[in-house]
């Protein structure tokens, strides 16, 4: 059973956690080691939960608001209104089959013994709008998906006949309905056949298409720019002497960023000189719905440029949350500063700015109306990659659903068995990297599990979640596991 181990007592307890990974599924504490000593007042004013760090996310970033796009360019993005079906789908009865459109009495006696002729008064394909009526005792030649002859009771398949084209000879009755698609027997009009909220795949265009709309209103993907900063940091492809790293975080970001269906900007590396970092941020305000960095925010004193910068501004917090890695989280909100407004000098070089981007495709018309006003959620991530990955799946990536108004974005949450032991410190979540087995239903914990450790970082495909309660796990335990997208 659980031993009581002395140490930081947890942060929350499991009954008052808002997310479900662990309560419902009957986590067994056996093998776990977990906490139960008091709370300490001083670490709880210290470090705030991973839900309520999400949660005030959440309170703050607004659904960009929706825009008209051609259904070419609305994959991928989250339908803002309900399409419903202008007309009935098929909207007029039509064959299903390539064949001979009949009336079944006339075919009533047909099979491979006892064959039946009839005449073929006419042919009919696909897209031939004509009327045709089916005279009694004869057949009519008919496409897939053409209009069905005034009269037509079923289409007996060209397999069960010999393809006559004056004559045609059947070895098959067909009963009444046989091979027909009748009007409305997919959806009725006025269905809502895409609801607002989903994220369009290409099925719901193909069903937005067969309603006959050629735009959608959709929110408009979100455009995140992406710095990182740090005196250390390259550029990859320029070569480097000991003490300078090349710079990950701001490529992984993007991507990430994209992956989560995102329009991201990586921007270069910004030193850390407390006059660089401030400019450096204003200067992508005007194309960026989400702003990201990384680095500059741990506990460090002056050389974390990014919290003594922001800071200042008063809209943006920085925290500790009870999480391993990510203990360093900032979040908040930043606008372009009153010398940026329109009638300012600096107002002019910035909207200049603003039009070569808008030329240039980078910025839309809705970021050159917002210059001077609209509040841009900003994270500011930990340095370390692994701290600046996790940070970005587990707080970045629901704000991006945010903006779309789309609650789908969090990771995909699964149990899987411990194929070895792990630990975790106390009173943090942690999000430990392994390889998880998908068919088996196992996970491995990676060696090495320091939040520098990038390397090791990419041999992972899910992260284990270890409660802040809980310090140890051994292997054969089932833990709570989070799907790397
Ligand atoms: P910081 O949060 O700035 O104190 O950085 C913490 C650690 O992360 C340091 O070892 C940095 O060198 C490293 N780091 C910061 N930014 C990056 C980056 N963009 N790419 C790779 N490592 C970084
Ligand atoms: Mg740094």
Redesign the pocket.
């Known amino acids: 059973m659980a031993a009581q181990v002395p140490g930081q007592p947890p942060v929350s307890e499991p009954k008052g956690r808002a997310d479900a990974w662990t309560e419902e599924r009957g986590t067994s504490d056996e093998g776990r080691q977990r906490l139960e000593a008091p709370r300490s007042r001083a670490n709880e004013e210290e470090l705030t939960s991973v839900e309520a760090h999400l949660a005030e996310i959440l309170r703050t970033v607004r659904p960009l608001a929706p825009t008209a796009l051609s259904l070419s360019d609305a994959h991928g993005l989250v339908l803002a209104e309900d399409v419903t079906a202008s007309v009935p789908l098929p909207s007029f009865d039509n064959s299903a089959m390539d064949g001979y459109a009949v009336r079944v009495q006339d075919v009533a006696a047909a099979s491979e013994r006892t064959p039946v002729t009839l005449p073929v008064v006419a042919e009919v394909a696909a897209g031939d709008t004509g009327a045709y009526a089916l005279p009694p005792g004869a057949s009519i030649r008919i496409m897939t998906g053409a209009m069905l002859p005034h009269g037509t009771e079923a289409v007996v398949p060209v397999e069960w006949t010999d393809g006559g084209t004056s004559r045609v000879t059947v070895y098959g009755r067909a009963g009444v309905g046989h091979a027909l698609r009748l009007t409305g027997d997919d959806a009725k009009a006025g269905e809502v056949l895409v609801g607002a909220g989903t994220r369009l795949k290409p099925m719901h265009i193909a069903v937005i298409a067969a309603t006959g709309r050629s735009t959608v209103r959709v929110r408009p993907r979100p455009r995140v720019v992406v710095l990182?900063?740090?005196n250390?940091?390259a550029e990859p492809g320029t070569p480097i002497v000991p003490g300078r790293?090349w710079?990950?975080?701001?490529f992984m970001i993007a991507a990430a960023a994209r992956e989560a269906g995102c329009l991201a900007y990586r921007q270069s590396i910004v030193p850390d000189h407390p006059d660089e970092v401030l400019p450096a941020i204003e200067d992508q305000l005007v194309r960026a719905d989400l702003m990201i960095t990384?680095?500059?925010?741990?506990m460090?004193g002056e050389?974390?440029v990014v919290k003594a910068a922001l800071r200042q501004l008063g809209t943006v917090t920085f925290r500790k949350v009870a999480m391993q890695p990510g203990m360093p989280q900032g979040f908040g909100t930043v606008a372009l500063p009153p010398s940026a407004a329109p009638d300012g000098k600096t107002g002019r070089a910035r909207r200049s700015l603003i039009g070569r981007m808008a030329e240039r495709g980078e910025i839309a018309e809705r970021a050159i109306g917002s210059a001077g006003g609209d509040q841009v959620p900003i994270f500011t991530l930990?340095?370390?990659?692994v701290s600046a990955y996790v940070s970005f799946q587990i707080f970045a990536r629901p704000a991006i659903g945010a903006l779309q108004a789309y609650g789908g974005l969090g990771l995909e949450a699964t149990r899987a068995e411990l194929t070895g032991p792990l630990r975790s410190p106390a009173g943090r979540r942690s999000f430990l990297r392994g390889v998880l087995d998908r068919g088996r239903g196992r996970i491995a914990p990676l060696t090495g599990q320091g939040s520098?450790q990038v390397a090791t970082l990419g041999k992972a495909n899910a992260l284990i979640i270890v409660p802040e309660w809980v310090v140890q796990m051994a292997e054969g335990e089932t833990a709570d596991v989070l799907v790397l997208p």
């Open positions: 990182s900063t740090g250390e940091l790293i710079d990950s975080n701001s990384t680095g500059g925010v741990s460090g050389h974390d930990p340095g370390n990659p520098h």
